[in-house]
């Protein structure tokens, strides 16, 4: 009796095992300071790196790219003058917003349907250093709805994790300008933004799946029978 139960539930176990392995994807990262790119804007992992005026208004995408940014001695992007401006710098990845309140950041593009898993931090750059002190503001967007906003004072850090469903053409920015007390001075934070995409099973593949499971539950019930367990 063991042997034949043993023979029976087998099967039922390699179709378990097929059927969990049909919702099982890898997950895809995207890093904003992994991934930067000094030579294309936006880049082809759908990063951009640009500016706004307001949290919620139109993103603009730096059109120069340059080595020496305002003297810093690394690569980045800006509007062809001074600040704003987006920098890889060996500390990471740097965002300066200008002094007359413009935001500067990056947004991701979404090339897939899946499932979002976000993270990012936001530190100031200046800590004392020469008497100074980073005082701005961190936030965060999908499309153009807010997600979350923190306030960055000298060397601390702030930061947002959250996870939602993403479709081609959605953005999700990352961005640093005034603070909530509309302030903005020492504005250079060092900021990072990793987006984890998994995929969500297609509504055909889970059509399929639904007879599969129904089968497989007759079966369990079948054998439960045939080896006097129920």
């Given at each position: 009796m063991v042997n034949s139960c043993a023979?029976?539930?087998?099967?039922?176990?390699?179709?378990?095992?097929?059927?969990?392995?049909?919702?099982?994807?890898?997950?895809?990262?995207?890093?904003?300071?992994?991934?930067?790119?000094?030579?294309?804007?936006?880049?082809?992992?759908?990063?951009?790196y640009g500016w706004k005026a307001t949290p919620t208004g139109g993103f603009n995408v730096f059109s120069?790219?340059?080595?020496?940014?305002?003297?810093?001695?690394?690569y980045g992007w800006?509007?062809?003058?001074?600040?704003?401006?987006?920098?890889?710098?060996?500390?990471?990845?740097?965002?300066?917003?200008?002094?007359?309140?413009?935001?500067?950041?990056?947004?991701w593009t979404s090339s897939v349907s899946g499932w979002a898993s976000l993270s990012s931090t936001f530190q100031g750059y200046w800590g004392g250093v020469e008497g100074l002190y980073t005082s701005a503001g961190g936030y965060v967007l999908f499309n153009t709805a807010l997600l979350y906003e923190g306030?960055?004072?000298?060397?601390?850090?702030?930061?947002?994790?959250?996870?939602?469903?993403?479709?081609?053409?959605?953005?999700?920015?990352?961005?640093?300008?005034?603070?909530?007390?509309?302030?903005?001075?020492?504005?250079?934070?060092?900021?990072t933004a990793r987006i984890e995409i998994t995929s969500i099973p297609e509504p055909a593949t889970l059509v399929m799946l639904g007879p599969l499971l129904v089968l497989m539950g007759l079966r369990r019930i079948r054998i439960r029978r045939f080896c006097g367990i129920i």
């Open positions: 023979k029976r539930i087998i099967p039922l176990v390699i179709l378990l095992l097929a059927g969990s392995t049909t919702l099982a994807v890898a997950g895809i990262v995207y890093n904003a300071t992994d991934q930067f790119d000094a030579s294309s804007n936006p880049t082809s992992s759908g990063w951009s120069n790219s340059c080595w020496e940014c305002y003297d810093k001695g690394y800006n509007t062809g003058s001074t600040y704003p401006e987006v920098n890889r710098s060996p500390s990471g990845l740097e965002f300066d917003p200008s002094s007359v309140a413009d935001l500067a950041g990056v947004r306030d960055i004072y000298s060397h601390g850090s702030v930061g947002y994790n959250g996870s939602f469903a993403v479709s081609p053409g959605d953005t999700i920015d990352f961005l640093v300008g005034k603070n909530s007390k509309d302030v903005m001075e020492f504005g250079r934070t060092i900021a």
